[in-house]
């Protein structure tokens, strides 16, 4: 009997090693995970929707105020947002794991608390399917299902680019990501999905992923085609030279309703759904751009 024990004890502990795994932040940090967490809170939306894409919506306990995707996570207690995290809160839910954002405050705190904190910012193509893989080995999902979901992504990124009438190739885009202004330049998930359709970006690589920019920069560039979330609607009328712009005269303007603008700027589960939108947007308005 006592045998039996010892046994069974040896075979816990081998268990627990198995499940021990260690992961590379986006600070090039090594992360050890001892054992894949069942509590997960997740400050940022593109890492709450990849647990749930992962099929782990039921493990996270807590989200940010920005997460609303999928339904079934708006009734999670709310930790606050990047910049200003509720760490009381947080601790409050106990989790194994915190899924962050590189720029987000608290982790120290966090960390000096006993939590572990991983810190994931997805801004390319790349980084997404990265990413999926990440947090799948964190918490303890077989890659072979992280890869299965990035066949998916990638697969319907591809039949929104097929999706494209010859005449929406090569139009000259102005992507806005906020109106402070922010805009999405071709490094960026956005530009690199514009790319894929053949549309160019008047937004260099060299600027960054998401660089803020001088509205004068826009005028000069006359794009034929500008896309941005309803906020920026109001907001690009009053700046100097807007409404002159023949983009802005000739309404080829595709203005996303927010809920469509959380799916287009989260680098994400749902990229192939904001490439469809981006696509539909440069259907409708190829036919006036010249």
Known sequence: MLERLFCFLALCVLCGAAQAVT?????????????????IVSLLPSLTETVCA?????????????????EGIQALPRMGGGIDPNIEIIV????????????TRGVERLQSLGITVLRLEPRT??????????????????????DRVWREIDAGVQAAVQSLKPQARSLRVYFEVSPTPYGASES??????????????????????????????????????????????????????????RAVREDRICVFQPEQADIVVRAGPRMAEGARLMAECLNRTAGGAR
């Open 125 to 146: 193509h790349a980084d997404v399917q990265r990413v999926l893989r990440t947090v799948a080995e964190a918490i303890g999902v077989p890659r072979s299902e992280a």
């Open 188 to 245: 960026s998930f956005i530009g690199e999905t514009l790319l894929r359709m053949g549309v160019r970006n008047i937004l260099p690589a060299a600027l960054g992923p998401f660089p803020q920019i001088n509205p004068e920069f826009v005028v000069r560039a006359q794009p034929d085609v500008i896309m941005a979330g309803d906020s920026s609607r109001a907001s690009m009328l009053q700046r100097p030279g807007w409404a002159q712009m």
């Open 54 to 70: 992962l099929g782990q919506c039921q493990r996270l306990v807590g989200v940010d105020r920005y997460s609303n995707w999928p």
């Open 23 to 39: 992961v590379l932040d986006d600070a090039r940090q090594k992360i050890e995970i001892t054992r894949a967490p069942q509590r």
């Open 92 to 103: 409050a839910q106990k989790p194994n794991l915190v899924l962050l954002a590189g720029s």
